[in-house]
């Protein structure tokens, strides 16, 4: 039943050396939309979420210039590798770039350029150093056209590449940005499949087909051993091919790799990832959808037989809302978004993950995720119904009273007393407050139908 999908494997190469002629795209840049004091136009909370990023990033650039990551409520900072990778600027530099933060983004821009180096002795997660630095690079390229971050996104492209390796081709966790060494065989879903809108993008504004080539055999992979019901599980051995967690679910781990199934498809027009997508979301809509609790959730369950494991849902699985919206599912991309905003409304500020069956918390933390606001924003963009701002409105008034200090943002360790705990994902910066600025910012400051998001926020344009 799956012999058809072998065929592209053995065409990719072809196919992509006609697809990936280089590029060198003009700069394009949504509207500004400003007023006369220089503040986002569309309404206060617009120019809220903006004074807000500001607020966070003033606060960055106080006690962790040049360093990845910033402690808010010690006034310090911290480097994911013992060395900086300039994190948060790259991550935040294309929310600038829509927020109109002309001057923030110019110098942002300059740091990046003059002081980033991948050249290092230093072992990174792949997964999350594509979906940060590798998709914010090509993301700040296509918006100002400054050919060194592109020279940046494809050195690290190349370092990149190793984790390709392995026998099946789906690549490992890790990979040392100097030596090229891998290790981590035991991947899950998410990992795998979450790298095609960055290799293949870059492949095509380098007009370099490995990139595409290595990406897409990855997915074609792991989608070869899903199970004959459709599921994909949890924990995969990237050597051997096989499962060693037979759990199936939305949530982290596998959650993008869902996601890229769709948006590879609109971004590539590559009808493998529509075919991909059209059958694995039947299969999740089939066996993981939850009806019977009041509203709709989606919950773990086995992958070969069906059977329901659990019914947790938490933080994570709230961006499945905005990928059914952007399917064009906006009758369950709505419904599942109020199950989330329960989720949130009744802790103050969502958990980690839940019990739907009695709301019980089963993972107490916080840490300034973006996910139901971004679903948020996509069913915004899509119904225009007021009912998305006011969620809106509701998250940035939860942000603000419980997790603000004096020097930006600070995630939660647990959100029942709301303590508070010693960071500020650069995803804060990067999604959360753009998700929400776009909410309120006027439609025509990024038109939703002509760019896709990867899964850390950064909008890629088909330029090519």
């Not at 923030?104 to 991948?118: G, H, P, V, Y």
């Not at 230093?122 to 979906?131: A, G, L, Q, R, S």
């Not at 984790?163 to 940005?177: A, K, Q």
Request: hydrophobic share 40%; with cysteine; aromatic share 12%.
């Amino acid at each position: 039943m799956r012999v058809w999908l072998c065929l592209p494997i053995i065409l990719v190469a072809g196919a992509c050396a006609a697809l990936c002629a280089a590029q060198t795209p003009t700069p394009f840049a949504f509207p500004a939309q400003t007023s006369a004091n220089g503040l986002a136009a569309g309404g206060t909370t617009a120019e809220q979420v903006r004074a807000e990023f500001l607020h966070a990033w003033n606060a960055y650039k106080q006690y962790a210039w040049g360093h990845d990551e910033l402690r808010p409520l010690s006034h310090g900072y911290r480097d994911w590798y013992g060395v900086s990778l300039y994190m948060t600027p790259v991550d935040a530099l294309d929310t600038m770039v829509l927020m109109g933060l002309s001057d923030e983004a110019d110098k942002t821009r300059e740091l990046i350029a003059q002081n980033l180096s991948f050249d290092k002795d230093i072992e990174v997660k792949n997964f999350e150093i594509t979906i940060r630095l590798l998709g914010g690079l090509l993301s700040s390229y296509q918006l100002t056209g400054d050919s060194r971050l592109l020279s940046l996104a494809t050195d690290l492209g190349n370092r990149l590449l190793p984790v390709f390796n392995s026998p099946t081709g789906m690549p490992y966790m890790y990979v040392n940005l100097k030596t090229g060494q891998t290790r981590g065989a035991e991947s899950n879903p998410a990992e795998i499949g979450t790298l095609l809108i960055e290799f293949g993008t870059l492949s095509k504004l380098t007009g370099r087909p490995i990139f595409y080539e290595k990406a897409k055999r990855a997915v074609i992979e792991l989608y070869n051993r899903r199970s004959k019901i459709g599921l994909v599980g949890s924990i995969i051995n990237v050597e051997s091919g096989k499962w060693t967690d037979t759990s199936s679910h939305i949530s982290g781990g596998i959650d993008s790799y869902y996601e890229y199934l769709l948006k590879a498809s609109i971004l590539f027009d590559d009808q493998d990832c529509a075919h991909m997508w059209k059958s694995s979301v039947a299969a999740v809509n089939k066996y993981l959808a939850d009806t019977s609790h009041g509203g709709l959730w989606y919950g773990q369950a086995n992958m070969d037989t069906g059977k329901r494991t659990t019914t947790h849902f938490g933080a994570l699985d709230a961006f499945f809302a905005a990928v059914l919206a952007r399917s064009g599912d906006l009758d369950r991309a709505k419904r599942l978004q109020e199950s989330s905003y329960t989720m949130w409304t009744k802790f103050g500020v969502e958990p980690e993950e839940i019990n739907y069956s009695n709301f019980r918390i089963i993972h107490e933390g916080y840490p300034l995720r973006p996910e139901i606001a971004e679903s948020g924003y996509y069913l915004s963009f899509y119904t225009n119904d007021p009912r998305y701002t006011e969620m809106a409105s509701t998250f940035l008034a939860s942000l603000t009273r419980c997790c603000k200090t004096d020097a930006g943002y600070a995630g939660l360790r647990r959100v029942a007393n709301m303590e508070q705990e010693d960071r500020m994902e650069s995803f804060f910066l990067a999604e959360t407050l753009k998700y929400l600025y776009l909410t309120f910012a006027p439609r025509e400051t990024l038109d939703l139908n002509k760019v896709v998001f990867n899964t850390e926020a950064h909008p890629i344009r088909k330029t090519w």
